[in-house]
C-alpha cells in the first residue's frame, strides 16, 4: 500500500501539522518518524493500526491542542494512557492520536492517603510507590495496565471484595473536554461529568490527571494455589470464596498448566484449576482463611506467602506482552454445575496455556456501592466469567477465534451484562448491556452536554442522547 492510500487525509493537512507540530511543546510522531512504528504499537496485536499522528502530549495545554487540530481538520480522534485497551481502539487508521503514555507524573501525600497522578501511570507503578508508604490502590491484575483506561472503565482487581473498584477512590480527575476547555470533575464540581467518568470509560474528555484516596494495605498474603480441574473443586472453590471474609479476593482460571517453577515439571500442561488471590490484613490469620482450599483436593502445585501487595502482579508477568487477544466475558449471578462442566469442557479443548477461562469472585465492597453512586452498573452480580485466548503467530489467529466463540456461545446463556473494559469491539447492544437502561440514557445525556458532536467516539461509545 502506498503512503498515500493508506493515509488519503496526509496531503491535505500536512502543512497544518508541520503548524501544529512547531506550536506543540511535544513529540508530534507521524508515518516514517523514527519512533513511529514502536509508538503504534498498542498491547492488542490484532491492532495493527496506521494513526496520521501519534501527539505524546505532556501537559493538558497541550491535549487541547491537540483536540482542537483533530476537530478543526476534522480527523478521528483516539486516545491511549496504558495501550492495553482489548479493543484496541486506543490506536486508529488515519485519526490523530493522544498518546498520554508520558504523562505520568505521579506523587502521594501519606498522611492525607492521596495519590496524584498523569493517566499514563501504570497500576503496577502506583502500586510499588503506595506500599512504600503501607498503602495501595485497587486496580486490576496486570501491572502494565494503565490507569487512564482502567479507571474510566471502573477497575477490578484483587483488592476488589476488600475496597471495591479502582472508580470507588477516585477522588477527582482533571479533564479536557470537546471544546478543549480544562475542567475538573469532582463530588463538588461538574458533578454529572464525575459520575460518568466512573465507569463510562473515554466518551466525555480527554483525562489529564487522577487523584485517588488510597487504602490501607502493607504486607497482604498473596500466591497461587493449583488443584485439579475438576466439577466438586470448583463447586467447593465458589462456595468458599464467595463466603470468605471481604479480606480475601481471588481470581481463579482453568487452565493448561504454565511452566510454573512451583508446580512439579510432570504437571505442566495438564488440564488444571488456578485460583490467584490476595488476603488483606494479618497475613497469620489470612493463613487460615486460605487453609480450606487446600482440602478441596490435593494441590498440584501452590505459592503462598506474605508479600507487598503488588508482588501480586509477578503472577501475570506474561500478561505484559503484547499478543493477539480474544476475550468474551460476562456477569453471572448463579454458575450451576451445567456451566462449570461446560467450562472444563472447553479448556480442555484448547492447545495451550494461553487459553483460559476466568471466574472473579465479586461482592464485598464493589456490591456495598449503591448502583446509582456510579456509571458502572451490576455491582449486585456475584461472578464475573471470561472467556480469554492470546497467542502470537498470526497463523493461528482463525482458529484462535473460533475456539473463543465457540466456548462464548456455550457459556454465555449462564451470563448477561459485560464489564466494559472486557469488551472487544462487540457491537451497540454489548456496549449498552454493561451498562443497563438506566444508566446508559444517564450517560448519553452527559454525553449530550460535554460532547453533542460525538468528538470522543473511538471507544465503546455512548452516543449523545
Ligand atoms: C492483559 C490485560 C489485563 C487486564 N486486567 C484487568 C483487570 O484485572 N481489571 C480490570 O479492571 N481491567 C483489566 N484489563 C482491562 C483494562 O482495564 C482496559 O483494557 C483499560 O482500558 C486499559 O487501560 P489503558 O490505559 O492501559 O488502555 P488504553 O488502550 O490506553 O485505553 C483504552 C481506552 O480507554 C480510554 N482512555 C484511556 N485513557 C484515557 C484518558 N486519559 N482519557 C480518556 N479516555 C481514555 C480510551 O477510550 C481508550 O481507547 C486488562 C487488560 C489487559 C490487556
Redesign the pocket.
Known sequence: MTTAERYPALGRIAQAMDRLQRELACEVLRPGDLAYEQARQ??QALADRYPLAIVRARTAAQVAQAVRFAREHDLPL?????????SG??MADGAVVVD?SGMDGLSIDPYDRVAVVG?GVTSGRLGWAAHEFGLALST???SS??L???T??????YMVRMYGLTIDHLLSAQVVTAEGEVLTASGEDHPDLFWALRGG??NFG??TRLEYRLQPAGTVLGGAIVLPATLAVLRGYLEWASSAPDELTTISALTHVPPMPFVPEPAHGSLAFVISFVAVGDPGQAEAMVAPLRSLDEPIGELVGPMPYPAIYQFSEE?TNRSA?AIRSMFACELPDAALETMIEHTARADSFMHMLQIRVLGGAMARVPEEATAFSHRDKPFMVSVLNEWHDPAQTEGQLAWTEAAWQALRGYGSGVYV??LEDEGDDRIREAYGTETYARLAEVKRRYDPTNVFR??QNVPPA
Open positions: 498498542v498491547r483516539a486516545v491511549r494512557s496504558g495501550g492495553h485497551s482489548i481502539k486506543s498520554l493517566p486490576g491484575d496486570v495496565v494503565g487512564g483506561g482502567l474510566l472503565g471502573g477497575g477490578i482487581g470509560g473515554g480527554i483525562v500478561a487477544l473494559n472486557f473511538l471507544n
